[in-house]
């Protein structure tokens, strides 16, 4: 079997390495300054990053501003007690979440 090695993959490797340890970086200084729930660990932003994968995806052209409440709702309930806590930007309209669900229920994701 033939290994290669592609300048890209590195590359690719070298930056997902640099936002990992800029993100793991950011969750340190957002406890030490008490914004952060003590608890909140690197696996809650893998968690949040893929929960608000998906809103993207099944809300689309229909509530594209959906993912902005998602992770609102995320920064509230993930922040420490008494740390200010960010605006919550207004619902999408029940027509738009509904286009929304019927094209997450076309495209047979569950």
């Known amino acids: 079997m033939l290994t290669m090695t592609f300048p890209a993959a590195k590359a690719l490797e070298a930056r997902r390495t640099e936002a990992c340890n800029g ?4 969750i340190d200084r957002a406890k030490e300054s008490g914004h952060l729930r003590s608890d909140f660990t690197s696996q809650d932003l893998v968690i949040l990053l893929m929960a ?20 609102a ?15 919550l930007p207004d619902a999408p309209a029940p027509t738009a979440l509904y286009r929304a669900m019927v094209r997450l229920s076309r495209s047979g994701t569950p």
């Open 52 to 71: 608000n994968a998906v809103v993207v995806s099944a809300t689309g052209d229909a509530a594209p501003d959906t993912w902005r409440r998602l992770v």
């Open 23 to 26: 993100f793991l970086e950011l």
């Open 73 to 87: 709702h995320m920064l509230r309930s993930y922040a420490a007690p008494g740390a200010p806590l960010p605006p």
